[in-house]
């Protein structure tokens, strides 16, 4: 795979993120279960990635119980985003 280019799982988490909008949060179990992976770190992998692009953040909060939930979400700069387009990252 060429420098920059993104694969064919990290394309699937992102076209998720950007079809559901900045600010929508998702966990990891639900990320698997939409695009297919078996492996969470199929998905962590993708996530980083795009974290440290500035694509998505990642964050905590506590669910109706109490308990911390790790969340990840897409950023505006995500969601403006173009994979296909040639950029020098």
Do not use: H, W
């Not at 920059?4 to 909008?21: C, I, T």
């Amino acid at each position: 795979m060429a420098k920059g280019k993104m694969s064919e799982g990290a394309r699937k988490v992102l076209s998720v993120l950007q079809e559901a909008g900045p600010g929508v949060k998702f966990t990891t179990k639900r990320m698997m279960e939409i695009c297919g992976f078996e492996k969470a770190g199929s998905v962590t992998g993708s996530v980083t990635g795009l974290v440290k692009k500035g694509y998505a953040v990642r964050f905590s909060e506590p669910d109706e119980e109490g308990k911390e939930v790790k969340y990840f979400a897409l950023t505006e700069d995500g969601a403006n985003f173009d994979p296909d387009q040639d950029t020098e990252n």
